[in-house]
């Protein structure tokens, strides 16, 4: 893996049921790199998330994705997951009748390929939730059942600790979130960021940025990245809008329409 180059995509194309919705990412992520994913609504923001984990919905048409120097996209979900990559969902299910500690404790055997010992699965969870600060009365309630908006999304951030991935993949983990559990989400997410680990921050708003400062801002339109900054280019986007991004390069991305057909 040259370089630390963690995730490298290049010239990727989507399509959801026959239409296109990707129109050729390109983006490279190194470990410890915090880089957010911006855009208007229907701009191809979770449709990027879900091609990056293998949902068999999202057809790629075009483009190569290497994850730690492997082509990828011949691999399955389960294998993506193996391999290090982890999807915090937008809007996770609930699982009546079955327990937080049981599940991820299938989760961690899954992703290792192998059983866990109770032990050293406990141990994991405990010192998990110690980092996060959470109850340990948490870990036996029914995944996501009678969960509030912001206990689902702590339900994810602590199945990301448990998994230790290499890649995180947040898609709008802000959704749905006053300020205090949007606080405690954050807070949870930079207490897992090691320098081994590069997040993919996919959000609408500026206001997670306020607790999650992403060394890389990437404003995502009509399926391409139109526009790459630092932080500063969030807090922008939060002052105007993306109206003025859109005016100035909306004409460019109109007038290479021809060559990606």
């Known amino acids: 893996m040259a370089d630390g180059v963690l995730l490298k995509i290049s010239g990727l194309k989507v399509a959801v049921d026959g239409k296109q919705i990707l129109n050729g990412v390109d983006l ?20 990027l998330a879900n091609a ?5 919905r999202y057809e790629i048409t075009e483009g190569t ?4 120097g492997e082509n990828i996209l011949g ?7 193996q391999a290090g990559m982890f999807l915090a969902f937008q809007y996770p299910t609930s699982i009546p009748g079955v327990t937080m500690v049981n599940f991820l404790r299938q989760a961690m055997k899954a992703v290792r390929g192998q059983d866990v010992p109770v032990r050293e699965f406990r141990e994991k969870l405990l010192a998990t ?4 600060k959470m109850d340990e009365q948490f870990a036996r309630r029914y995944v996501n059942e009678g969960f509030s908006g912001g206990e689902k999304k702590r339900a994810e951030i602590l199945q990301m ?16 979130l006053d300020i205090d559990a949007l606080r405690t989400v954050a807070e949870g997410i930079n207490a897992l960021t090691t320098p ?16 999650i400062t992403p060394q890389f801002v990437h404003i995502l339109y009509q399926g391409r990245i139109i526009q790459s900054g630092g932080a500063e280019l969030a807090l922008q986007l939060e002052e105007q809008g993306y109206d003025p991004v ?5 004409p460019v991305l109109a007038g290479t329409a021809g060559e990606r057909a």
Do not use: C, W
């Open 75 to 81: 691999l399955a979900p389960d294998k993506r997951a």
């Open 28 to 47: 490279t992520v190194h470990r410890g790199e915090v880089h957010a994913i911006m855009g208007p609504n229907g701009s191809g923001k979770s449709t």
């Open 161 to 176: 600790g448990i998994l230790d991935p290499d890649l995180a993949i947040m898609d709008e983990t802000d959704s749905g």
């Open 52 to 56: 990056l984990m293998g949902h068999p």
């Open 129 to 132: 939730m110690k980092l996060l």
């Open 246 to 250: 859109i005016a100035k390069f909306g």
């Open 196 to 211: 081994k680990l590069g997040v993919v921050l996919i959000t609408h708003y500026q206001r997670l940025l306020n607790y």
């Open 65 to 68: 994705v290497l994850f730690k």
